[in-house]
Every structure is written in C-alpha cells, then in structure tokens.
T-cell receptor
C-alpha cells in the first residue's frame, strides 16, 4: 500500500536557523514521483519540487534543498537560514500507479513556525 | 493570472442541505481534482477528472458527486450535507493525469455543516 509519513507535526525554529522536514514514503512501484508543497497561512498549496524515482541527485534551490534516498525511502526538505516568510504547512506527496490506478497520496503535513 | 478559482470561499450549511462547490481553471489543463483537508489527515482525494467527459472516484467519494462541465470547470456537489463533511475543500488541476504532473491548487472552500 502507498503511504507518506511526515512524523513531525509541528516544528518551531528561530529565524536564521536551519531546519529539516522529514518525509518517509512506502510504495511497491519502481516508478514513482515525490513532491513537496507549501501551504502558507493564506491557504493555497504551492508546488515546490518534483523528483522521480530514478533520480537520486540532491537538489538545491536558493535556501531550499532536498535529499532523496531510496535506501531509506526518504525525501527530506531542508531550509537553510530560515525566515519568518517560511512559516507554513509543508506537505510531502507521492504519485504512483498503485493497484493499477492513479494514486496521489499526501502526507499529513508539518507545520513550520519561524520566530523572529 | 487567476490559475484555479474556487467559489465560494466560505459556506455554512445545515445538515441535509445541498450545495455545489464551483471550480474553474484558466491554464488549459486537461485534468482536475477535488480534495478535502481535515486536521491531522492531510489532503484526501474525493474525485478526479482525467479529461473532459470523464470522472473517477478517489479515496473518499461517498456523499459527493462531481460534474466536469467543460474543460475549464469541475464542480463538487453535496446532495445531503452531513456534519462529517465539515472540511476545507480544495480544487486542483494539472496538464494530465500522469505520475510526474504537479498540481495547481485553488485557495480552498471552508465548509461548515451544523
């Protein structure tokens, strides 16, 4: 069965600290995609990054970086030098063809609070 | 640059009332989705439409119906609202229903059923 686990319900950090959001997934498919979305207080979900199961290269985009490790089924997200504007709920998601049908599974989200 | 537009943004219903949530996208996307977001449960897929003229059930379809009115619009209907359907509802779209497509979300509709 497909599953996405974000064990950290809420994290609080002080501005300029680094923070890592964990995401662990389960799938039986060999081809799948992983995503991160940000949900700021305004409510809409914003796509941040996509990674396919055959590409384990880490990615850096400004202060954001992602570490994909198939050996541990993890796709973790690090924010360097956090800012108050990073305060949001972050969702990890998995898409695969589980059981022959399209599946897009979200984790339960991690609420990040960055304090000034 | 509207993207995905949902109406209304807020609604309060009484148990047993019916309601249609509207969603429209202006990105010429083929696929559209309805999710509900509940505390501690993330987003769960209610229904999706891979293309105009098709709809399929997601994880939690019971109590809901959908209509893909045209390529732009995808509505969600609650025929007889129940308190368990109190939630925040999100509409999303993507170019296609394929594994690698990110989804673009609306701002959500906060629905309370008394």
């Amino acid at each position: 069965a497909q599953k996405v686990t974000q064990a950290q319900t809420e994290i609080s950090v002080v501005e300029k600290e680094d923070v890592t959001l964990d995401c662990v997934y389960e799938t039986r498919d060999t081809t799948y995609y992983l995503f991160w979305y940000k949900q700021p207080p305004s409510g809409e979900l914003v796509f941040l990054i996509r990674r396919n199961s055959f590409d384990e290269q880490n990615e850096i985009s400004g202060r954001y970086s992602w570490n994909f490790q198939k050996s541990t089924s993890s796709f973790n997200f690090t924010i360097t030098a956090s800012q108050v504007v990073d305060s949001a709920v972050y969702f990890c998601a998995l898409s695969d063809h589980g059981s022959g049908t399209y599946k897009y599974i979200f984790g339960t989200g991690t609420r990040l609070k960055v304090l000034a | 640059n509207a993207g995905v537009t949902q109406t209304p943004k807020f609604q309060v219903l009484k148990t047993g009332q019916s309601m249609t949530l509207q969603c429209a996208q202006d990105m010429n996307h083929n696929s559209m989705y309805w999710y509900r977001q509940d505390p501690g449960m993330g987003l769960r897929l209610i229904y999706y439409s891979a293309s105009e003229g098709t709809t399929d059930k997601g994880e939690v379809p019971n109590g809901y119906n959908v209509s893909r009115l045209n390529k732009r619009e995808f509505s969600l209907r609650l025929e007889s609202a129940a308190p368990s359907q109190t939630s925040v509802y999100f509409c999303a779209s993507s170019e296609l229903v394929t594994l690698n497509q990110p989804q673009h979300f609306g701002d959500g509709t906060r629905l309370s059923i008394l």
